[in-house]
């Protein structure tokens, strides 16, 4: 069984850049969700993408935006980076639809740096 | 409004020592209540969970007690080693939407 895989591990913009974050979800696994780790911070909420679609949203703005494909892998997108958008961004998978949805697989997240 | 709060912010025990970290929150309609820990360079794995019509769960030498009417709850770690040495989240959920997390409780453990 594999886990929830993310790439890139690292990487370093400049604000105003824009960022793509990949994540695929651990095996039978339907529903990705993306959490945003400041340092010493714990995570929070992004969003949830399940069936292709975005399933609820946190305080985030319109510049954080996702897909998720029909393999259930998921991108995070993030448009004119800000400075305060460094972070570990996380990207967590669950079985929705077995009645174990709150059991959040993590993945190891990649760090973004935004100088 | 932060609506986990957990505490202490870090905790230095001796090796078999029980690290006590507390947590409160203010929405009532939370319904599942995880722990996660978490190590450097890693990102946060499910410990234990516990739902609100229980008062305690024990998993291993991991026990959350959890009390209702107080909206708190805390993890408890028996007999605790120096491998238990990692960042502690709290956190609570409603539905199946998405998890509010603590701040962390950042856990040493001397040999």
């Known amino acids: 069984e594999t886990g929830v895989t993310q790439s890139p591990t690292h990487l370093i913009k400049t604000r105003g850049q824009q960022v793509t974050l990949r994540c695929s979800s651990q095996s039978g696994h339907n529903t990705v969700s993306w959490y945003q780790q400041a340092l010493g911070q714990g995570p929070q909420f992004i969003f949830q993408y399940y069936r292709e679609e975005e399933n609820g949203r946190g305080n985030f703005p319109p510049r954080f935006s996702g897909l998720q494909f029909p393999n259930y892998s998921s991108e995070l997108n993030v448009n004119a980076l800000e400075l305060d958008d460094s972070a570990l961004y996380l990207c967590?998978?669950?079985?929705?639809?077995?009645?174990?949805?709150?059991?959040?697989?993590f993945g190891a997240g990649s760090r973004l740096t935004v100088l | 409004q932060q609506q986990v709060k957990q505490s202490p912010q870090s905790l230095i025990v001796q090796k078999g020592g029980i690290p006590i970290i507390n947590c409160a929150y203010e929405n009532t309609a939370f319904d599942y209540f995880p722990w996660y820990q978490q190590f450097p360079g890693k990102g946060p794995a499910l410990l234990i969970a516990i739902r609100p019509d229980v008062s305690e769960k024990k998993e291993g030498r991991f026990t959350i007690s959890f009390n209702k009417s107080a909206k708190q709850f805390s993890l408890h770690i028996m007999d605790s080693q120096p491998g238990d040495s990692a960042t502690y989240f709290c956190?609570?959920?409603?539905?199946?939407?998405?998890?509010?997390f603590g701040k962390g409780t950042k856990l040493s453990v001397k040999p």
């Open positions: 956190a609570a959920s409603k539905d199946i939407l998405d998890l509010i």
């Open positions: 967590a998978s669950s079985p929705r639809d077995t009645g174990r949805a709150n059991v959040l697989t």
